[in-house]
């Protein structure tokens, strides 16, 4: 029931289901995320970080950027159903078109590039510390 809920909860926020879009195109680094959503670098992680409890997706970290993908790996059914329901789901809505044409610019654009734009000089890597410390204070959503 736990892994339920912590699902039906990271799929009740459309930044959350943008990621999730985002990531069926394959992995991103934190800063290509940050540049699709046009959001700060924590409020990203935290919504990183509540996907990644609900195990729908996994990350790795090469030199200083962090890499996102969909849980592949997870060998739950549960969270299975749960992404090819959703990404199903937004792959039939009119919005697909647009956020198809968004991400395909920012994956042209070199992560380098990227990550100094929108972290201002701070390394992508950082935003999993923002994660971790938001994590542990307690704030209501």
Not at 7 to 28: H, P, S, V
Not at 58 to 75: G, I, P, Q
Not at 97 to 114: A, G, M, P, S, V
Request: proline content about 3%; aromatic content about 6%.
């Amino acid at each position: 029931m736990r892994e339920l809920l912590a699902i039906t909860n990271a799929l009740a926020d459309e930044n959350r289901l943008k990621i999730l879009f985002a990531l069926q195109q394959g992995e991103l680094c934190v800063c290509q995320i940050t540049e699709f959503l046009k959001l700060a670098p924590s409020t990203v992680s935290k919504h990183l970080w509540i996907l990644k409890q609900a195990g729908l997706i996994d990350s790795r970290k090469t030199e200083r950027w962090v890499y996102y993908r969909l849980a592949t790996d997870n060998k739950s059914p549960t969270v299975k159903s749960a992404i090819d329901w959703v990404l199903g789901e937004i792959n039939r809505s009119p919005v697909s078109e647009n956020l198809t044409k968004q991400l395909k610019q920012i994956i042209k654009k070199d992560i380098k590039d990227l990550c100094k734009t929108r972290v201002k000089n701070r390394r992508c890597s950082s935003s999993a510390r923002a994660t971790r410390a938001e994590a542990t204070s307690p704030k209501a959503f």
